[in-house]
T-cell receptor, first 117, second 115 residues
Framework: AQKITQTQPGMFVQEKEAVTLDCTYD???????LFWYKQPSSGEMIFLIY??????QNATEGRYSLNFQKARKSANLVISASQLGDSAMYFC??????????????FGPGTRLSVLP | DSGVTQTPKHLITATGQRVTLRCSPR?????VYWYQQSLDQGLQFLIQ???????AKGNILERFSAQQFPDLHSELNLSSLELGDSALYFC??????????????FGPGTRLTVL
């Protein structure tokens, strides 16, 4: 079974509108972390936002917020006021394991976001 | 610029060969992570080192090995290369040994093409 599912291979959004990118995860760990990364066409990976499994409040970083629903095992990324520069591939990722040894990192297949002028 | 450097940027080689990819973490970062990004497998975590010691292992093949040196730079060695090893290989670094809050900073990647 896939540990990270991103059901939207591609998304379109109008400039200045908000968009939600879906992510569901599967883990039996109590301690885990969820990340979102952006990969523009240039290829670099850019960290956007992090949510810990014990964090009670949803993470926010500027125009990015993470809608964390623990019971549903979902960690959707919300981008407000989309900009043309937001066009990129977006990856949801999970860090399993809270110990010093044996952490595992799993990435989803990604969602390609295109922002339309 | 993340502060993580990777060399070379591109590498073209033949099947059966061996290559070494190099990564220098951000100044002060003790942890190094290696990832492989290919079209069919997506992004996969390979291995993590912290201050010279292996800390976590992901989907790393036995033909692949890595190490972290006293100056904290890391090398990923790929041997007996196959066509399927063609991919973008990322190195990332972070300050601590555990990713609890802080993000990993990714390098620009090394694109490996096996012909």
């Amino acid at each position: 079974a896939q540990k990270i599912t991103q059901t939207q291979p591609g998304m379109f959004v109008q400039e200045k509108e908000a968009v939600t990118l879906d992510c569901t995860y599967d883990t039996s760990d109590q301690s885990y972390g969820l990340f979102w990364y952006k990969q523009p066409s240039s290829g670099e990976m850019i960290f956007l936002i992090y949510q810990g499994s014990y964090d009670e409040q949803n993470a926010t970083e500027g125009r990015y917020s993470l809608n964390f629903q623990k019971a549903r095992k979902s960690a959707n990324l919300v981008i407000s006021a989309s900009q043309l520069g937001d066009s990129a591939m977006y990856f949801c990722a999970m860090r399993e394991g809270g110990d010093n040894y044996g952490q595992n990192f799993v990435f989803g297949p990604g969602t390609r976001l295109s922002v339309l002028p | 610029d993340s502060g993580v450097t990777q060399t070379p940027k591109h590498l073209i080689t033949a099947t059966g060969q061996r290559v070494t990819l190099r990564c220098s973490p951000r100044s002060g970062d003790l942890s190094v992570y290696w990832y492989q990004q290919s079209l069919d497998q997506g992004l996969q975590f390979l291995i993590q080192y912290y201050n010279g010691e292996e800390r976590a292992k992901g989907n790393i093949l036995e033909r692949f090995s890595a190490q972290q040196f006293p100056d904290l730079h890391s090398e990923l060695n790929l041997s007996s290369l196959e066509l399927g090893d063609s991919a973008l290989y990322f190195c990332a670094s972070s300050v601590r040994d555990r990713i609890i809050y802080n993000e990993q900073f990714f390098g620009p990647g090394t694109r490996l093409t096996v012909l």
